[in-house]
C-alpha cells in the first residue's frame, strides 16, 4: 500500500487479516461516480464499500481533485491594507454559493447570503496585523468550500 502513495495516490486501502474474500468489504467500481462528483477520498470510499470491517486505509481522506471550488472576490478589502473603524466587506462569486462564511483570527465571526454585506467592526480587535478569510460555500449537497484570506492591519 505505501507504494501506491509513495508514486503520488491519495490513498489506499488493503485488508488487515484475509479469512474470507468477501466482496463487501472492497470498494465498488462507484468509488469513482462519488469521487469524480466532488466527494472527498473518504465519502467515496465509505459510500461505495458495503461492510468496511477488516480494512486499512491510508492515505488522504479529504483529497478532493475533482472538486468544483466556487470562485471568490471579496470587495471593501485589500491585502495588507490598514484599516480602522468600520470596514463594509461585501463578498461575490460567478458560482452558485448558498452563504459567505466571515472569520477573522481563524474565528468565525458571522455568515451572510449572496448578495449581502457584512460590517467588520475593527474597534473590538487590537491594533496590528489580523487575517480575514472569506469562505464561499457551494450551493450543492457536497457543500465545497473556497476562500479568500486577506491580511490587515488594524490602526485605530
Known amino acids: 500500500m505505501s507504494e501506491f ?29 462519488h469521487y469524480s462528483a466532488g466527494g472527498c477520498l473518504a465519502e467515496a470510499f465509505y459510500q461505495s464499500v458495503s461492510g468496511p ?8 481522506p479529504l483529497c478532493q481533485p475533482w472538486a468544483a471550488q466556487p470562485q471568490i472576490a471579496v470587495q471593501g478589502l485589500k491585502a495588507d491594507q490598514q484599516v480602522s ?5 461585501t463578498p461575490t462569486s460567478t458560482d452558485d454559493v448558498s452563504r459567505f462564511e466571515f472569520f477573522v483570527d481563524g474565528r468565525l465571526r458571522e455568515a451572510c ?3 449581502e454585506s457584512r460590517k467588520l ?4 480587535l487590537k491594533n ?29
Not at 503520488?8 to 461516480?33: C, L, Q
Not at 470491517?53 to 488522504?60: A, E, H, R, S, T
Not at 467592526?121 to 473590538?124: A, G, K, P, R, V
Not at 496585523?129 to 490602526?155: F, G, L, M
Open 5 to 33: 502513495l509513495k508514486f503520488g495516490a491519495a490513498g489506499s486501502s488493503g485488508t488487515v487479516t484475509e479469512p474470507y474474500a468477501i466482496s463487501a468489504k472492497f470498494p465498488s467500481p462507484f468509488i469513482h461516480v
Open 121 to 124: 467592526d475593527t474597534t473590538t
Open 128 to 156: 496590528g496585523e489580523h487575517e480575514v478569510r472569506v469562505v464561499a460555500v457551494s450551493n450543492d449537497r457536497i457543500e465545497t468550500r473556497s476562500r479568500a484570506v486577506i491580511p490587515v492591519k488594524v490602526t485605530n
Open 113 to 115: 447570503r449572496p448578495g
Open 85 to 89: 473603524g468600520v470596514v463594509v466587506v
Open 53 to 60: 470491517y477488516q480494512l486499512l486505509i491510508v492515505g488522504d
